[in-house]
T-cell receptor, first 116, second 114 residues
Framework: NAGVTQTPKFQVLKTGQSMTLQCAQD?????MSWYRQDPGMGLRLIHY???????DQGEVPNGYNVSRSTTEDFPLRLLSAAPSQTSVYFC???????????????FGSGTRLTVV | GNSVTQMEGPVTLSEEAFLTINCTYTATGYPSLFWYVQYPGEGLQLLLKATKADDKGSNKGFEATYRKETTSFHLEKGSVQVSDSAVYFC?????????????FGQGTILTVHP
């Protein structure tokens, strides 16, 4: 089925470990983004990309890196995990930045990360 | 900057009760407005949208009207079901310097009992 695929669904890390959250979409969407969801805070934008080779920071980028070498993939890297990064992470995409005005985003099912 | 404020939850209702979840926003220009729903263990799904003032978005019995004069986009449903139990997010898209970025409210947890 077409959509946004995130892996893994669950992950437990120790403080200081690094890992990569994977996100792939097969809809030829130009725009991709990463959000984190925390209780009472809604979704906060971490990083986003308007196309292959172009990324930028969102609202809460510290501790995370991204790259966009292909249209399909937009991995999120945690450099040195901290307990404050315990959260649910969502990847989202749309045809273009401004198509979000009419169609919103397509979301992945999320990665639940716990840092101990 | 842009912001979205939702009524605090959680909201607990009996089946067939009337639902209102309030949402107000602050934005420059004329944003598009959305309601997303998140069922347990799943990602967010677009529930309905409105792209200009006085538009009414509707889907699955839910409705919301874009009120520019009150900067609001309240979600309503006449008769809720147990299957409507979920987290509901109000969001806006303003474009311009916020190109591509959706701004979300904090979410409202809805629980419907039989």
């Amino acid at each position: 089925n077409a959509g946004v695929t995130q892996t893994p669904k669950f992950q437990v890390l120790k403080t200081g470990q690094s890992m990569t959250l994977q996100c792939a979409q097969d809809m030829n969407h130009e725009y991709m983004s990463w959000y984190r969801q925390d209780p009472g805070m809604g979704l906060r934008l971490i990083h986003y990309s308007v196309g292959a080779g172009i990324t930028d920071q969102g609202e809460v980028p510290n501790g995370y890196n991204v790259s966009r070498s292909t249209t399909e993939d937009f991995p999120l890297r945690l450099l040195s995990a901290a307990p404050s990064q315990t959260s649910v992470y969502f990847c989202a995409s749309s045809y273009s930045g401004d198509s979000a005005a009419h169609y919103g985003y397509t979301f992945g099912s999320g990665t639940r990360l716990t840092v101990v | 900057g842009n912001s979205v404020t939702q009524m605090e939850g959680p909201v607990t209702l009996s089946e067939e009760a009337f639902l209102t979840i309030n949402c107000t926003y602050t934005a420059t220009g004329y944003p598009s407005l959305f309601w997303y729903v998140q069922y347990p263990g799943e990602g967010l799904q677009l529930l309905l949208k409105a792209t200009k003032a006085d538009d009414k978005g509707s889907n699955k019995g839910f409705e919301a009207t874009y009120r520019k004069e009150t900067t609001s986009f309240h979600l309503e449903k006449g008769s809720v079901q147990v299957s409507d139990s979920a987290v509901y997010f109000c969001a806006l898209y303003a474009g311009g310097t916020s190109y591509g970025k959706l701004t979300f409210g904090q979410g409202t947890i809805l629980t419907v009992h039989p």
